[in-house]
């Protein structure tokens, strides 16, 4: 006697429950799927309807998987990878990279060398999609799922993948103008005289190297800010020194609007790596996004 075959499922609505599983809210998988709530949460039902089971339990606070939920989440999430390793064999084959990307990028990085950097990269490989985020804040990548994670300093996870790939060259800036009014720094010890524009992470002790060794400065501050372009705002209009990335600002000192402090001091600052969960670190897309930094950036930013 030959057995029913189970009723067909649709891969839309597998991967709309395990997103809703892994981000713990139907919302916050609409947001990360980039669709309509509403079609999450009719997506999710319908699964539910052709397995005969309830998955989820919607609750005020948030969405959880049932027993029987949670069974099914952990199979249908290897599913779906072996799946995507199945598409990796074939883009191996066929030399094209393809699929979507999902990208947390730290800000400023972001917003002045690596978004021209994206629309060359997105040029080369038309079949690749983009989820790209800019924030100040290292992500739970498994949790949000992301591919890659671009960053300055280590992980915060030790089970990511994480290679360098640019040392940040780093710069206090300041108005003329204001080094005129308030004069111009000779050692670092000067620097604790001046008004610091501290950036929201900024420890507030800058760390200078001199001839006799490394020199941590505590710099007094009233200003403090979340923003590398709000830090620039306020150093052209003569409100004190800035310690940013030389990349924020080669143009401004270039063009006489910020002049450089100290030059001759290097400031100790971490490296900027990638990240990459184990999982997808190997994942043509991935793989493609790294080769291309490490080319484009050629150690140093």
Same mark, same amino acid.
Request: charged share 20%.
């Given at each position: 006697?030959?057995?029913?075959?189970?009723?067909?499922?649709?891969?839309?609505?597998?991967?709309?429950?395990?997103?809703?599983?892994?981000?713990?809210?139907?919302?916050?998988?609409?947001?990360?799927? +980039?669709? =309509?709530?509403?079609?999450?949460?009719?997506?999710?039902?319908?699964?539910? =309807?052709?397995? &005969?089971?309830?998955? /989820?339990?919607?609750?005020?606070?948030?969405? !959880?998987? !049932?027993?029987?939920?949670?069974?099914?989440?952990?199979?249908?999430?290897?599913?779906?990878?072996? $799946?995507?390793?199945?598409?990796?064999?074939?883009?191996?084959?066929?030399?094209?990279?393809? &699929? $979507?990307?999902?990208?947390?990028?730290?800000?400023?990085?972001?917003?002045?060398?690596?978004?021209?950097?994206?629309?060359?990269?997105?040029?080369?490989?038309?079949?690749?999609?983009? #989820?790209?985020?800019?924030? #100040?804040?290292?992500?739970?990548?498994?949790?949000?799922?992301? #591919?890659?994670?671009?960053?300055?300093?280590?992980?915060?996870?030790?089970? $990511?993948?994480?290679?360098?790939?640019?040392?940040?060259?780093? =710069?206090?800036?300041?108005?003329?103008?204001?080094?005129?009014?308030?004069?111009?720094?000779?050692?670092?010890? #000067?620097?604790?005289?001046?008004?610091?524009?501290?950036?929201?992470?900024?420890?507030?002790?800058? @760390?200078?190297? +001199?001839?006799?060794?490394?020199? @941590?400065?505590?710099?007094?501050?009233?200003?403090?800010?979340?923003?590398?372009?709000?830090? /620039?705002?306020?150093?052209?209009?003569?409100?004190?020194?800035?310690?940013?990335?030389?990349?924020?600002?080669?143009?401004?000192?270039?063009?006489?609007?910020?002049?450089?402090?100290?030059?001759?001091?290097?400031?100790?600052?971490?490296?900027? @790596?990638?990240?990459?969960?184990?999982?997808?670190? &190997?994942?043509?897309?991935?793989?493609?996004?790294?080769?291309?930094?490490?080319?484009?950036?050629?150690?140093?930013?």
């Amino acid at each position: 006697m030959l057995m029913p075959e189970p009723a067909p499922v649709d891969l839309l609505d597998v991967t709309s429950f395990v997103r809703v599983v892994e981000t713990g809210s139907i919302a916050n998988a609409a947001a990360r799927l +980039g669709i =309509a709530k509403s079609i999450v949460s009719r997506r999710v039902s319908r699964l539910e =309807a052709v397995l &005969g089971a309830q998955l /989820l339990t919607r609750t005020p606070k948030g969405t !959880t998987p !049932t027993d029987i939920g949670r069974e099914y989440y952990a199979r249908a999430e290897a599913g779906l990878m072996e $799946l995507e390793s199945a598409q990796e064999v074939v883009s191996k084959l066929t030399g094209e990279v393809s &699929g $979507l990307l999902r990208v947390q990028v730290q800000t400023a990085f972001g917003e002045f060398v690596f978004a021209p950097l994206l629309a060359e990269f997105a040029r080369l490989h038309p079949q690749v999609q983009f #989820d790209i985020r800019f924030e #100040d804040r290292q992500v739970n990548m498994t949790d949000e799922a992301y #591919d890659v994670a671009i960053w300055p300093g280590p992980a915060s996870d030790p089970m $990511l993948v994480t290679r360098k790939i640019a040392g940040i060259r780093w =710069a206090v800036v300041a108005s003329p103008a204001y080094l005129d009014a308030r004069g111009r720094p000779a050692t670092p010890a #000067d620097l604790s005289a001046h008004d610091a524009l501290l950036h929201g992470l900024d420890s507030g002790i800058w @760390h200078l190297q +001199g001839s006799d060794g490394w020199e @941590h400065v505590r710099m007094n501050s009233r200003f403090r800010a979340d923003n590398g372009h709000m830090l /620039l705002t306020a150093a052209r209009a003569d409100l004190g020194l800035a310690l940013v990335p030389m990349f924020m600002v080669e143009e401004l000192l270039g063009q006489g609007e910020l002049e450089a402090v100290l030059p001759a001091f290097p400031h100790a600052w971490p490296d900027l @790596h990638i990240f990459m969960p184990p999982q997808r670190a &190997g994942i043509a897309r991935v793989r493609a996004l790294v080769k291309f930094l490490y080319q484009k950036l050629d150690g140093e930013v």
